[in-house]
């Protein structure tokens, strides 16, 4: 008994801090895969200079922010100033807990891993709000309203649209609903209109183009990051990413089977060999993900504040009510 | 971090040392203090100069400056996330939806008009160069048709030929850049690149019978300065080649993309009467069918032996000027091929001294600029420089429209509507 | 041409033609009645106002402002020249015909020093607000704006506020490095080739070490 608490809490500690590293080099991947993609599809080159290819790039943009002269506004408040980054980056971090890379390999397997993931994601709205707000600029605090009137109204259709699937799998546990999906079919054949929803909403969530009112084409570029600069404004940065990677993780979790292979034959193996099989998948499809949503930031240009929000309202949150109507009626109908 | 500094090591502001300076020198000259800024809120150390920071001046600044419960004077300052150069746009605005704008200008102003009092007419053709600087060779068209009037002088056949090829091709680019912005400033980041490439290669065009990327001194009193060569040539054809299909690349991904719909179709619409009583020419007068076009109006040669019609388009609102750009530019392209059958031979300038002096009198000389009507206005008082030269640059008179057309709209809306309009600051202030 | 001639007879214009141009010259202040005649005559339907433009003619001459206008039943392009003294600049506003003539006698304003009466918005445009000067005059020249700024006619490099440099005590001791004696030698070998040693400077107080590597 005390064997296993203790190995049990030190297994947690071990995960926690693995994945708690992970964030750090996750950002560095995805800003770099960023840059290289939107410039070939730009038709340039991109950063090529630091590095093989320009590999570290984003790597050194990590290293330059901490090298920055840290300047926080006179008037501003400077406690909150302070904390807002720290908000914002610990939403991230916390979601990535539940995450299933592989089987077995998640660092907090929760019974309501899902409800648990949905509302550490909410909590990001807090950080930008008191971003804005502590900055002592009218520009920030309209680009914070404006992004957490976003974010809030986005989450609604978001969570909604999960339900039909959790109706469908019976269960809010990550490994259970992956599980389910090796059984019956990856949930996106299931949940075709659930998982547009998710999308959509996701992309709005976290903020990425084409619903990215807040951070660009502000009144002032930056919204509620104007005043920030150095590591502050790094770590806001590097949330945004890790954030991309995080509901694009989610995503595949949820939709498109997690770990588990396209095909049957295995879709999931046991042991050490299983856990490094389900981690190529997981990352082959979630950074498939991250690529179609930087596809999106290349191509599209940016859907205005009220048509952003006329969408979501009018538009996501009643088909995703639909959605759970109409699955819940075939659960209970067809006794799934 | 120095954040947590203590104030009294830190290194006096230089603003500070620049205001004691300037009280300690006007107390030694013994001229009245300066009068301290109102509402000078302390700012990180700066004295904030709030908006507004004078009384009004006239009645519609008092009208912009009053402001109503839930309203707020937002500045879009000179140096703006979009492009177009430095124009300062005083906004007012009640949680989104502008109510009033104010356009600021001359934050470019260098005086060519003025400049060019002092300079013979041939130097003049080179500082018309940099004011409307995405259309360079509009801005030489118009002078050298103007001095030519006053000289007396018709530039030969070929000449004109060469300089209406390069004005279109002038008019490509231009027109494909407003694509890009249009784009840019809603937050598409690809098609602004598509647009430079597309430059790129008609300037290397340009700089292989000019000598110039971009400012282009090409214009001479009497014809223009180099004739063709095959390197132009052997680009030329390359370019017309691959140029139709690149265009359709170029607006695939605008012209039906429904966000780009949403957010252009139905904003900003000028109607024909606004448009024609704001002064506004060329593509956006066009757009709001009216079918204005100098080229067909006054033909300055060779247009009078071209054919092509005037493109109009019925919406007036943004998306119909986009369209009405897109259209043009393959008119343009239509245009560059029936130039290149026509060309005859012959020489490229017309005999003229180094330094030409016209006899008294006064020329007007308008040319279709990519951005409307630009016109020049020349007084010659017969010695080698003009007495005066007026330059009339159609991005100025655009943006009257804004104050018109802007309250209703959203913040973000203001950025889409002024890249529509399309206007370079360089021309702007000149 | 000939309809000018019959609507304006009363006014007494002079006429011109070019090639391509007729101009009428008339007198300023019945500048704004004359273009609305021209607009709004269903014969003459000079239905667009192409430029605005101001000359100055001289420190003793006159200001004439010049309208070039469009029609569609015309060939030629219409030139208004409206004559306004110089010694009393005004001249009604044709806003009120064209909204967007507003730039252009901004731009009138701004750089001639011609006021439109009538304008509701004649204020600067290129200028800032509080520029006193009317650039584009013949009689324009720039130091008027300077002659009361604080350092008027004096050239700084002459008074010894300059070179007093303890007014930067509070950054502390200047380059702790300058040689507090003798000039470098590059700049003994180039400033006196002969031999003579340069002037001492006029500097009063203040002899800190900047002070001697100032240029001579």
Redesign the interface.
């Known amino acids: 008994m005390d064997l296993d608490l203790l190995l049990g809490i030190g297994r947690f500690i071990l995960s926690t801090t693995l994945i708690l590293l992970l964030t750090i080099p996750t950002a560095f991947i995805v800003i770099q895969m960023e840059l290289k993609i939107i410039a070939s599809m730009n038709l340039r080159i991109g950063p090529n200079r630091v590095g093989p290819m320009g590999a570290f790039q984003s790597t050194i943009h990590g290293f330059k922010v901490l090298a920055k002269e840290d300047q926080i506004p006179d008037k501003a408040d400077r406690a909150t100033f302070t904390i807002a980054p720290w908000m914002v980056f610990m939403a991230a971090a916390m979601s990535m807990l539940v995450i299933p890379f592989a089987p077995g390999a998640i660092a907090a397997d929760f019974n309501i891993g899902i409800v648990y993931f949905f509302a550490i994601i909410g909590l990001s709205v807090v950080g930008l709000l008191v971003a804005g707000w502590a900055s002592y600029n009218k520009y920030s605090l309209l680009g914070g309203l404006r992004s957490a009137a976003q974010m809030v109204s986005y989450e609604i259709p978001l969570t909604l649209s999960v339900v039909g699937a959790v109706v469908l799998a019976g269960t809010l546990n990550f490994t259970d609903l992956i599980h389910w999906q090796r059984d019956h079919g990856w949930l996106v054949l299931w949940q075709f209109v659930g998982w547009g929803i998710f999308y959509i909403a996701s992309l709005a969530e976290i903020n990425r183009t084409p619903f990215d009112m807040v951070e660009a084409d502000s009144e002032i570029v930056a919204g509620p990051f104007t005043e920030y600069s150095g590591m502050r404004f790094g770590f806001f940065f590097f949330a945004e990413y890790v954030a991309l990677f995080i509901m694009s993780a989610i995503m595949v979790s949820l939709f498109f089977g997690g770990w588990l292979a396209p095909w049957p034959f295995p879709a999931e193996l046991g042991g050490f060999l299983g856990t490094i099989y389900g981690i190529f998948w997981f990352f082959l499809k979630t950074y498939f993900f991250i690529f179609v949503a930087i596809w999106m930031r290349a191509t599209l240009p940016r859907v205005r504040v009220d048509q952003l929000m006329g969408m979501a309202w009018k538009v996501l949150l009643p088909l995703a009510l639909v959605n759970l109507f109409v699955t819940a009626i075939a659960v209970v109908a067809l006794n799934l | 971090m120095t954040a947590t500094e203590p104030r009294e090591g830190r290194?006096?502001d230089p603003i500070d040392l620049d205001a004691a300076?300037?009280a300690?020198?006007?107390t030694?000259?013994g001229?009245a203090p300066a009068v301290a800024t109102a509402a000078g809120a302390e700012y990180a150390g700066f004295e904030m100069v709030g908006i507004p920071d004078?009384p009004p001046?006239?009645?519609?600044?008092r009208e912009l400056f009053t402001v109503d419960e839930g309203e707020m004077l937002v500045n879009m300052g000179p140096q703006h996330p979009s492009t177009h150069g430095v124009m300062r746009l005083l906004l007012k605005v009640r949680s989104e939806v502008v109510t009033d704008l104010d356009v600021v200008?001359?934050y470019l102003?260098r005086?060519i008009?003025?400049l060019c009092e002092n300079a013979t007419y041939t130097t003049v053709l080179t500082y018309v160069d940099p004011m409307d600087y995405l259309s360079s060779m509009h801005n030489e068209h118009a002078p050298a048709l103007a001095f030519e009037?006053l000289y007396g002088i018709e530039a030969p056949p070929r000449a004109q030929y060469i300089r209406a090829l390069v004005v279109e091709l002038n008019r490509v680019f231009s027109h494909g850049l407003m694509m890009g912005f249009l784009a840019l400033d809603m937050g598409g980041i690809t098609p602004i690149l598509y647009g430079f490439i597309n430059r790129d290669e008609i300037v290397e065009m340009l700089a292989s019978i000019s000598g110039q990327r971009m400012l282009f001194n090409f214009f001479r009193v009497g014809g223009v300065n180099w004739d063709v060569n095959d390197e132009f040539l052997s680009r030329l054809g390359t370019w017309h080649s691959k140029q139709l299909r690149s265009i359709r690349d170029n607006e695939a991904l605008l012209t039906e993309n429904e966000i780009f719909r949403a957010r252009t179709q139905k904003m900003g619409i000028i109607s024909r009467e606004q448009a024609?009583?704001?002064?506004?020419?060329g593509p956006n007068l066009r757009a709001s069918g009216v079918p204005?076009d100098v080229r067909k109006?006054?033909p300055y040669a060779p247009y009078a032996e071209l054919e092509f019609d005037v493109i109009t388009q019925q919406a007036g609102d943004v998306y119909a000027r986009y369209i009405q750009r897109i259209d043009e530019l393959k008119q343009s392209m239509h245009l560059i091929e029936q130039i290149m059958d026509k060309m005859p031979h012959g020489p490229v300038q017309a005999q003229v001294p180094g330094i030409i002096r016209p006899r008294p009198g006064?020329?007007?000389a308008?040319i279709e600029s990519p951005r409307g009507?630009y016109?020049v206005?020349a007084?010659s008082d017969g010695g080698p420089n003009p007495y005066?030269f007026?330059m009339?640059d159609p991005s100025?008179?655009s943006?009257?429209v804004m104050p018109?057309l802007m309250p209703g709209h959203l913040i973000a809306d203001t950025m889409a509507i002024m890249a529509s309009l399309d206007p370079v600051m360089g021309g702007v202030?000149? | 041409m000939r309809l000018l001639t019959e609507r304006f007879a009363d006014a007494a214009p002079t006429l011109w033609t070019?090639e391509?141009?007729v101009?009428i010259t008339i007198p300023g202040a019945g500048a704004a009645d004359a273009l609305r005649t021209l607009r709004d005559d269903p014969e003459l339907d000079f239905?667009?106002?192409?430029?605005a433009?101001a000359?100055?003619y001289g420190p003793t001459e006159r200001f004439e402002v010049?309208y070039?206008l469009?029609s569609?039943r015309h060939?030629a392009?219409l030139?208004v020249r409206a004559t306004v003294s110089r010694a009393d600049p005004r001249l009604p506003t044709i806003t009120q015909l064209?909204?967007?003539?507003?730039?252009?006698e901004r731009?009138m304003f701004d750089?001639m020093g011609i006021v439109f009466e009538g304008n509701?918005?004649?204020?600067?445009?290129?200028?800032?607000?509080?520029y006193r000067s009317f650039?584009?005059r013949k009689d324009?020249l720039l130091p008027d704006d300077a002659a009361?700024s604080?350092?008027?006619g004096v050239n700084p490099l002459e008074r010894p506020?300059t070179w007093d440099l303890t007014?930067f005590a509070?950054?502390g001791p200047l380059n702790p490095l300058a040689d507090a004696g003798a000039p470098t030698d590059a700049s003994a070998v180039v400033a006196d080739p002969a031999g003579e040693q340069p002037e001492p400077s006029p500097v009063g107080a203040g002899q800190t070490d900047a002070s001697r590597s100032r240029p001579r």
């Not at chain 2, 001046?57 to 600044?61: A, D, K, P, S, Y």
């Open positions: 290194i006096p300076e300037e300690r020198l006007r030694a000259a001229i004078r001046q006239t009645e519609r600044e200008l001359g102003h005086g008009e003025k009037k024609i009583q704001l002064g506004v020419t204005f109006a006054h006064r020329a007007y308008a009507l016109s206005y007084i005066r007026r009339r100025l008179i943006l009257q018109t202030d000149k | 070019d391509d141009t101009e239905w667009m106002l192409a430029d433009a000359v100055d010049v070039h469009y569609d060939p392009w030139r064209w909204s967007g003539a507003g730039f252009h731009e750089m509701r918005d004649l204020r600067r445009l290129y200028m800032s607000p509080d650039p584009q324009f009361d604080p350092a008027a506020e007014r509070a950054l």
